[in-house]
């Protein structure tokens, strides 16, 4: 049996109140009104709530029975709205962030860290991988994106640019030889992105392209995850691109040719509309702003200040 909610708010007002004729000021009703309502609340109950005598009301035992229950559920309306009010302003709840794998395993978490300092209320939940995420049908709340984004029900900031350079490792230049000029890396093994890489991925695939005339020389290694190329580039495998946030993380690799300039990618922050006012999202992305600098991402001043080719126009 679905009891009434509004019937169980007007008994619990004349509970506390005692009276009908103090109920029914307290909550702006006539008298015949209010007491029409709970005549038909014990009807639905088949039980008598009150007795009713020249002094007032007295609750019966099924009265106070259901009289606990309704302070109970007072009780926690109230507790929840002080919790909305309290947290109204003040960043708290989970927040699934998405990204590629290669960027949310090495640099991201580093200053997400400080990110937890500053908004201890907040869970984040991270969920990468090198496939798009699908934040219309909320499998994630908000994403870093290495290209923009194409559904036009999801609002996008532009974050830092991210800019590649070609790599070896000290050991395979040892071995090698160092490439002076982008011709001499026909001599050289070249690391690529392979065709299950996504699309983004692939088009940094232009140092096949260097060096010479005609069709891009094929790889010698093929890898479909910038993870996996900075591994094989530190293992000595070849030469390859990688973007500057990998190549500070690591230790174990050096830029060649670095007045080759590379491809670069404009990043996104990107959530659906409906979370346009979610406090928790906003110094989310607020912080990412002020931390995707070309400094705290590895780019070297001289860097920054050529104009390199973006992905689309080598495409």
């Given at each position: 049996?679905?009891?009434?909610?509004?019937?169980?708010?007007?008994?619990?007002?004349?509970?506390?109140?005692?009276?009908?004729?103090?109920?029914?000021?307290?909550?702006?009703?006539?008298?015949?009104?209010?007491?029409?309502?709970?005549?038909?609340?014990?009807?639905?109950?088949?039980?008598?709530?009150?007795?009713?005598?020249?002094?007032?009301?007295?609750?019966?035992?099924?009265?106070?029975?259901?009289?606990?229950?309704?302070?109970?559920?007072?009780?926690?309306?109230?507790?929840?709205?002080?919790?909305?009010?309290?947290?109204?302003?003040?960043?708290?709840?989970?927040?699934?962030?998405?990204?590629?794998?290669?960027?949310?395993?090495?640099?991201?978490?580093?200053?997400?860290?400080?990110?937890l300092e500053l908004y201890p209320d907040i869970r984040l939940h991270l969920i990468l991988s090198d496939t798009e995420v699908d934040l219309a049908r909320r499998e994630a709340d908000c994403a870093i994106r290495f290209?923009?984004?194409?559904?036009?029900?999801?609002?996008?900031?532009?974050?830092?640019?991210?800019?590649?350079?070609?790599?070896?490792?000290?050991?395979?230049?040892?071995?090698?030889?160092?490439?002076?000029?982008?011709?001499?890396?026909?001599?050289?093994?070249?690391?690529?992105?392979?065709?299950?890489?996504?699309?983004?991925?692939?088009?940094?695939?232009?140092?096949?392209?260097?060096?010479?005339?005609?069709?891009?020389?094929?790889?010698?290694?093929?890898?479909?995850?910038?993870?996996?190329?900075?591994?094989?580039?530190?293992?000595?495998?070849?030469?390859?691109?990688?973007?500057?946030?990998?190549?500070?993380?690591?230790?174990?690799?050096?830029?060649?040719?670095?007045?080759?300039?590379?491809?670069?990618?404009?990043?996104?922050?990107?959530?659906?509309?409906?979370?346009?006012?979610?406090?928790?999202?906003?110094?989310?992305?607020?912080?990412?702003?002020?931390?995707?600098?070309?400094?705290?991402?590895?780019?070297?001043?001289?860097?920054?200040?050529?104009?390199?080719?973006t992905v689309q126009a080598m495409r």
């Amino acid at each position: 049996m679905a009891l009434d909610w509004d019937k169980l708010r007007l008994f619990h007002v004349v509970a506390e109140a005692g009276s009908f004729t103090e109920g029914a000021r307290r909550l702006r009703l006539s008298q015949p009104a209010l007491s029409r309502q709970i005549i038909a609340l014990e009807e639905q109950l088949d039980a008598k709530l009150f007795h009713r005598h020249a002094r007032g009301l007295a609750l019966t035992h099924e009265g106070e029975q259901l009289y606990r229950t309704t302070r109970e559920i007072q009780d926690s309306i109230a507790r929840a709205r002080a919790g909305i009010d309290q947290t109204r302003n003040r960043p708290t709840g989970e927040v699934r962030l998405t990204t590629t794998v290669s960027f949310g395993s090495s640099w991201l978490p580093r200053q997400l860290a400080d990110f937890l300092e500053l908004y201890p209320d907040i869970r984040l939940h991270l969920i990468l991988s090198d496939t798009e995420v699908d934040l219309a049908r909320r499998e994630a709340d908000c994403a870093i994106r290495f290209q923009k984004p194409t559904q036009a029900d999801l609002i996008q900031r532009p974050l830092a640019v991210i800019r590649h350079r070609l790599c070896a490792s000290p050991e395979y230049l040892a071995r090698y030889g160092e490439p002076r000029t982008v011709h001499d890396l026909l001599s050289h093994r070249i690391i690529a992105y392979g065709p299950s890489a996504p699309p983004y991925l692939r088009s940094l695939n232009w140092a096949l392209e260097l060096g010479h005339d005609g069709p891009p020389r094929e790889p010698a290694l093929s890898v479909n995850s910038s993870a996996g190329v900075l591994a094989a580039v530190e293992a000595g495998a070849g030469i390859a691109a990688l973007p500057s946030y990998l190549i500070a993380s690591s230790t174990k690799v050096k830029v060649v040719l670095p007045d080759v300039p590379g491809a670069q990618f404009q990043t996104y922050f990107v959530y659906p509309s409906e979370l346009k006012g979610s406090v928790r999202l906003s110094v989310l992305r607020d912080f990412l702003v002020e931390r995707m600098t070309p400094a705290n991402l590895g780019d070297s001043p001289d860097l920054d200040r050529r104009e390199a080719p973006t992905v689309q126009a080598m495409r």
